[in-house]
C-alpha cells in the first residue's frame, strides 16, 4: 500500500489496511486507526501534523497532514483537484 502524498503536505494510503475488518464495521475501524495514528503522532512528539478522519472511495480512512488552518485539498465531490481514480477497483466506498 504505497503512499499518496498530493499536495506535499498531505499523506494518505492509496488502499485501507484494515479492508476486511473495515468492510464490516467502517465506523469502528476508521475511528480506531485515526485515534492509532494520532496516539503514534503524540507518542513520537511530532508536532504540526494531525491524523484527520478524512473518507475517499478506495484509500485509507485517515489522511496525515498539517493541523493548522490550511484549506482542505478536496473539492465538493471529495476529490483532489489532480486526483486520478487510482484506487482499489475492488474496494468498498467508504
Request: charged share 25%; proline share 15%.
Amino acid at each position: 500500500m504505497p503512499p499518496r502524498n498530493r499536495p506535499p503536505t498531505r499523506l494518505r494510503l492509496r488502499n485501507c489496511p484494515f479492508h476486511p475488518l473495515a468492510a464490516k464495521a467502517p465506523d469502528l475501524v476508521c475511528g480506531m486507526n485515526q485515534a492509532f495514528l494520532s496516539g503514534y503522532l503524540d507518542g513520537l512528539e511530532v508536532n504540526g501534523v494531525e491524523a484527520v478522519l478524512a473518507p475517499r472511495p478506495g484509500e485509507c480512512c485517515v489522511r496525515l497532514g498539517p493541523n493548522d488552518t490550511a484549506p482542505d485539498d478536496t473539492g465538493p465531490d471529495g476529490t483532489a483537484p489532480d486526483d486520478t481514480a487510482q484506487g482499489d477497483p475492488g474496494a468498498d466506498d467508504r
